[in-house]
């Protein structure tokens, strides 16, 4: 979500805009249907246009009682992770309340920048990366922000 589309929804409690990620996903699945390749030549403009926007708008995350982000390990029997990610307060509302009954601690928002997402890929070796709107879209992108 845009910064000031999130400053606007918590000073007026106004219906947030949609993200500009979040479309760009949108179209990117929908042309991947379509081509039935990840890697069609068609596809790198939406590419593009996802990784330039991907740093230009705020994030909101799922956090436990010690602020620590929520995490999703890969496999059962490893210590790798993602954290979950959503582009507007829609998307949070329904996957954080699905995400809140694999959890027994209480759980709540932070906003979260991709500055720091990076942070966190620089201070923790087991931070593999994070799913955007991982209850509709399931967008993965890695710790650096590829896909």
Do not use: C, W
């Amino acid at each position: 979500m845009n910064p000031k589309d999130y400053e606007d929804y918590q000073k007026n409690n106004v219906k947030a805009a949609k993200s500009q990620l979040k479309e760009y996903i949108q179209i990117y699945a929908d042309m991947v249907k379509k081509l039935k390749s990840e890697d069609a030549v068609e596809l790198e403009a939406v590419k593009k246009n996802i990784k330039d926007t991907y740093p230009t708008e705020i994030y909101f995350t799922l956090v436990d009682e010690a602020e620590k982000p929520v995490k999703l390990t890969i496999t059962e029997a490893s210590r790798e992770y993602v954290i979950p990610v959503f582009t507007d307060m829609r998307e949070y509302a329904i996957g954080s309340a699905k995400i809140s009954k694999l959890f027994l601690d209480k759980l709540d928002l932070k906003v979260i920048s991709p500055d720091d997402i990076a942070e966190l890929a620089e201070n923790d070796e087991y931070f593999e990366g994070f799913v955007i709107n991982p209850h509709s879209q399931n967008f993965n992108m890695s710790r650096d922000g590829d896909f």
